[in-house]
């Protein structure tokens, strides 16, 4: 049982233009969200987060969008840059537990 | 460097042995986690520390899988008898109360 979805295993983006990466989810409980950017034998890395009290959460060239009608985020990021290329993961938690559900991740790759 | 140590990086072992892993975690941060990631996958919750206590085990935890987090400061992650489907990244995590929790940079097992 899959409760956080990344339906789009890749994405390939020109450099400086916009990046949108989706991610859904099934559990109503959920009401913590959180984007990790992943490098090939890294560990993932924290951006940006997002509480089911807000419907926008923005940190410089990230923004991160919650839709809880829909059970849908997604994360913007403008401009892309080559750098950028990484595996997102999104993650979601509920009040009262302690762990994330990650979804299974997005790869993007930033064009030059 | 302040952010969350794992030891060893790599690790390749033979079918049947022991290993053990480290995680120093952010200091003072009084939560810690355990993740593992296989291939094409978001990392998994497999257990998480409050202090010294273990609070939460996944299923995915076997007998076979201990941790321990003695004085609540590191943790240790073992796997007695090992499998080849063991063979995979496991990540560490802390946070400091219910605050994101920062992932270290792994330790890559590969049962041969």
């Known amino acids: 049982d899959q409760q956080v979805k990344q339906n789009s295993p890749s994405l390939s983006v020109q450099e400086g233009r916009i990046s949108i990466l989706n991610c859904d989810y099934t559990n109503s409980m959920f009401d913590y969200f959180l984007w990790y950017k992943k490098y090939p034998a890294e560990g993932p890395t924290f951006l940006i987060s997002i509480s089911s009290i807000k419907d926008k959460n923005e940190d410089g060239r990230f923004t991160v969008f919650l839709n809880k009608s829909a059970k849908h985020l997604s994360l913007h990021i403008v401009p892309s840059q080559p750098g950028d290329s990484a595996v997102y993961f999104c993650a979601a938690s509920a009040s009262g537990t302690y762990k994330y559900i990650f979804g299974t991740g997005t790869r993007l790759k930033v064009l030059a | 460097d302040t952010g969350v140590s794992q030891d060893p990086r790599h690790k390749i072992t033979k079918r049947g042995q022991n290993v053990t892993f480290r995680c120093d975690p952010i200091?003072?941060?009084?939560?810690l986690y355990w993740y593992r990631q296989t291939l094409g996958q978001g990392p998994e919750f497999l257990t998480y520390f409050q202090n010294e206590a273990q609070l939460e085990k996944s299923r995915l935890l076997s007998d076979r899988f201990s941790a321990e987090r003695p004085k609540g400061s590191f943790s240790t992650l073992e796997i007695q008898r090992t499998e080849q489907g063991d063979s995979a990244m496991y990540l560490c995590?802390?946070?400091?109360?219910?605050?994101?929790?920062?992932f270290g940079q792994g330790t890559r097992l590969t049962v041969v």
């Open positions: 995590a802390s946070s400091l109360r219910s605050s994101v929790a920062f």
């Open positions: 200091s003072e941060h009084n939560r």
